[in-house]
């Protein structure tokens, strides 16, 4: 069916979309088969009672941020019949990281941490005020966007907000993503102009965390538009793709970014 597209999660042969069904039909999530990636074949779909934003694959568990749901577990241990195994989290899911047998959740207003040893009954551990729309974890940190927030993660049932020590300007964002690669963060935001109502301007910036705690800016692009995006990107190798604009941004040297489109 014709999906509106909004996360897609790779496993081996199989892809995970998630998204809005722009027929009408229930289903937000569809598995591919990808053994002929120019022929990829549906296996199966599932409906869930959000509409996701973001999904992370455990083995034959997939967990989606499904806003209002807030997280959707799902078995899809036989691909052509996915199933619901549960829904936990509240209102407001963005995005979901594993951590072995915990999920992070991060919603509009809070970080949650969620046990999934049994993904059937999973089990809030602790949650924290300060959500966001984007969030990268690592070291036992968690960075969420566009709220520029550190949480240390390193013990799930006692989070711990981080007083933030940015290096370099940090400016008013209505959404943005997060993703880290050899210990420098990738973050993309959308901004409204201050003063303006329907003028925005996207930047994509990157951070050292070689301090882990103490980012420190290495370089910042941006482009001006009329209408707030969702500043959603992929990295392959040296190269950033982002979706809004169909940029290709060189990052081989995160401290001299290279937009190479125009």
Not at 6 to 23: P, Q
Not at 75 to 94: F, K, M, N, R, Y
């Given at each position: 069916p014709?999906?509106d597209?909004?996360a897609v999660?790779?496993d081996?042969?199989?892809?995970?979309?998630?998204g809005?069904?722009?027929t009408?039909?229930p289903?937000?999530?569809?598995?591919y088969d990808?053994?002929?990636?120019?022929?990829?074949q549906?296996l199966?779909?599932?409906?869930?009672?959000?509409?996701?934003s973001?999904?992370?694959?455990?083995g034959d568990?997939?967990?989606?941020?499904?806003?209002?749901?807030g997280?959707?577990?799902?078995?899809?241990?036989?691909?052509?019949a996915p199933?619901?195994?549960?829904?936990?989290?509240?209102?407001?899911?963005?995005?979901?990281?594993?951590?072995?047998?915990v999920?992070l959740?991060?919603?509009?207003n809070?970080?949650?941490a969620?046990?999934?040893?049994?993904?059937?009954?999973?089990?809030?551990?602790?949650?924290?005020?300060?959500?966001?729309?984007?969030?990268a974890v690592?070291?036992g940190?968690?960075y969420?966007?566009p709220?520029?927030?550190?949480?240390?993660?390193?013990?799930p049932?006692?989070l711990?907000?981080?007083?933030e020590?940015?290096?370099?300007?940090?400016l008013?964002?209505?959404?943005?993503?997060?993703?880290?690669?050899?210990?420098?963060l990738y973050?993309?935001?959308?901004?409204?102009?201050?003063?303006?109502?329907?003028?925005y301007?996207?930047t994509?910036?990157?951070?050292s965390?070689?301090?882990?705690t103490?980012?420190v800016l290495?370089?910042?692009?941006?482009?001006?538009g009329?209408?707030?995006?969702q500043?959603r990107f992929c990295?392959?190798?040296?190269?950033?793709?982002?979706?809004?604009d169909?940029r290709?941004?060189?990052?081989a040297q995160?401290?001299r970014?290279?937009?190479?489109?125009?």
């Amino acid at each position: 069916p014709p999906i509106d597209v909004r996360a897609v999660a790779l496993d081996g042969d199989l892809a995970y979309i998630a998204g809005e069904c722009l027929t009408g039909c229930p289903d937000r999530l569809w598995i591919y088969d990808l053994t002929d990636v120019l022929a990829p074949q549906l296996l199966g779909s599932v409906a869930t009672t959000g509409l996701p934003s973001d999904i992370a694959v455990d083995g034959d568990v997939v967990y989606v941020a499904d806003s209002d749901a807030g997280l959707s577990i799902i078995d899809a241990t036989d691909p052509a019949a996915p199933t619901v195994l549960a829904e936990i989290g509240g209102a407001g899911g963005q995005e979901a990281a594993v951590l072995g047998c915990v999920v992070l959740l991060l919603s509009a207003n809070a970080l949650q941490a969620i046990d999934v040893t049994v993904p059937g009954a999973p089990v809030l551990l602790d949650s924290v005020v300060g959500g966001g729309t984007g969030m990268a974890v690592s070291a036992g940190f968690a960075y969420t966007i566009p709220e520029f927030g550190i949480v240390d993660v390193s013990n799930p049932s006692d989070l711990q907000v981080v007083p933030e020590s940015w290096d370099g300007e940090f400016l008013p964002a209505d959404a943005g993503q997060a993703r880290i690669h050899e210990a420098t963060l990738y973050v993309t935001a959308s901004h409204p102009y201050e003063g303006t109502e329907f003028q925005y301007y996207n930047t994509l910036s990157t951070y050292s965390l070689v301090g882990g705690t103490d980012p420190v800016l290495l370089d910042r692009i941006q482009r001006t538009g009329d209408d707030p995006v969702q500043p959603r990107f992929c990295l392959a190798d040296d190269v950033l793709y982002r979706a809004w604009d169909t940029r290709v941004i060189d990052v081989a040297q995160p401290s001299r970014l290279t937009d190479t489109v125009g």
